[in-house]
């Protein structure tokens, strides 16, 4: 699995960790206090070139869903999806927001991604206009062919290929067709520390370490993932 990613992934954890946030015996983190101490972050996620060219020409409109931003990004589109908390075992990162895809009266709503490192997966919970599929894996993470536009690669499950051939009557969807690409940004900035914030270091000393329940594998310090 891409380093980065994994970085990114641990990183979340460890900032959430550090920042007071409350986790449950399940190993589990939440928002709970970050609406006074600032947000966690979010994932970007940019759709390949040639999949925005293709529904673009399918006449198929995207569109953010739920407190997700979407702006033109290198000759595509990206999407930032807010990180609402993480899971450290399995190394998991949810999120809020999500994207609707439309045509006429067809559509297809994807949202509150949960990114799946141990399962190297995608889920999100999926709903069409007949109603609510429930949430479903949608990618496979692999490792990225165009690091500009992502730290890891997202590739159609044959779940979703075939939903978005179903709903839009079109061919073109394939299971392991790259959809987009994916990047983790803890705390919402691509460097650290951020101008303004407290200091790497600082931070790595008041978090107190790594979470005793995280993967040896992943047993860097926090200065290692973070102050790069």
Partial sequence: MNRLLRKAVVAVALVTT????????????TAGSADRRGSLGYTQVVVAPDVYALIASAGIAPAPVEGAKA?????TLAARFPITGFRVAGLQIRHSGGISL???????????????LGRQRVSAEVSVASGSVG????FKLRSSDRP???????????????????????TAFAE?????????RPLGHGTWPPSGHVPCRDLVTAGGGVPDDLHPSDRFRFDRLLCF
């Fill in 71 to 75: 702006f033109p990004f290198k000759g």
């Fill in 176 to 184: 392991d067709a790259t959809f987009g690409y994916a990047s983790p």
């Fill in 148 to 170: 500009d536009l992502g730290l890891v690669k997202l590739t159609l499950t044959s779940t979703a290929a075939s939903a978005l051939n179903a709903t839009f009557g079109a």
């Fill in 18 to 29: 550090s920042l007071g946030l409350v986790a449950t015996s399940a190993g589990e983190a």
């Fill in 102 to 116: 439309s045509k006429d009266a067809a559509s297809i709503v994807l949202k509150n991604f949960n990114i799946d």
């Fill in 135 to 138: 949430r479903v894996d949608v």
